[in-house]
């Protein structure tokens, strides 16, 4: 099993650039999670999908993030214009929802926004 | 809303100790809890899980303890070894979801 799939590992890029996360859950997960972590706020849950609809954008910090799951093997997290605030680790983790609800984490994105 | 704590950011203990790491939450109503371990540079790895039903749980040397009454869980890590050193983050759900909330964090250092 390869786990929970992330790209890239690290993104530099400049303030006012968009900039898209991916990740591919495990194989028959059907809940996916984006969660951001910063040294000032810990890990944040951003949104999260259960069979592929959104479910809780709550943690989404502005419009400038957006998500969207096309289907049960791949999402992505846009942030569009980037900020240098927006400067964090992104996690995406998947779960098989009804199960013990055991997320499992991906090796993360790591973003530099300058 | 939930929020879930630590009692300390940093905890250094010696190899071969054991190793107790705290966390209280807030909401009564929380009734699933897991420990991640983050090692550097990697994300979170599920460790161990207690349901609101069980006050203790054991694992290969890890065990979970849950204070309904107090709303406080520990992690106690027996004979800690060096490939023990990682941050450590209690976790919360409400209500059968499966939205996790994640305490701030407790750094282990193991010292030789």
């Known amino acids: 099993d390869a786990g929970v799939i992330q790209s890239p590992r690290h993104e530099v890029t400049e303030m006012g650039q968009e900039v898209t996360l991916r990740c591919k859950p495990i194989s028959g997960h059907n809940s996916l999670f984006w969660y951001r972590q910063t040294m000032m706020r810990g890990l944040e849950l951003l949104i999260y999908?259960?069979?592929?609809?959104?479910?809780?954008d709550s943690g989404m910090p502005e419009d400038r993030f957006s998500a969207k799951m096309p289907n049960a093997s791949f999402s992505t997290l846009k942030i569009q214009p980037s900020e240098p605030r927006d400067s964090a680790v992104y996690f995406c983790?998947?779960?098989?929802?009804?199960?013990?609800?055991?997320?499992?984490f991906g090796p993360g994105t790591r973003l530099t926004v300058l | 809303g939930e929020s879930v704590g630590l009692h300390l950011p940093t905890l250094s203990v010696q190899e071969g100790d054991n190793s107790i790491i705290n966390c209280a939450y807030s909401?009564?109503?929380?009734?699933?809890f897991i420990w991640y371990k983050q090692e550097s540079g990697k994300g979170p790895q599920f460790i161990i899980d207690?349901?609101?039903?069980?006050d203790k749980r054991q694992g290969q040397r890890v065990t979970v303890l849950l204070n309904k009454t107090v709303k406080h869980l520990s992690l106690q890590i027996a004979a800690t070894q060096p490939g023990d050193s990682a941050v450590y983050f209690c976790a919360v759900t409400t209500g059968g979801g499966n939205k996790l909330t994640f305490g701030t964090g407790t750094q282990l250092k193991v010292e030789l």
């Open positions: 207690i349901r609101s039903n069980m």
């Open positions: 999908f259960n069979n592929n609809v959104p479910i809780d």
């Open positions: 983790a998947s779960s098989l929802r009804g199960s013990n609800n055991e997320q499992f």
């Open positions: 909401n009564s109503a929380s009734d699933y």
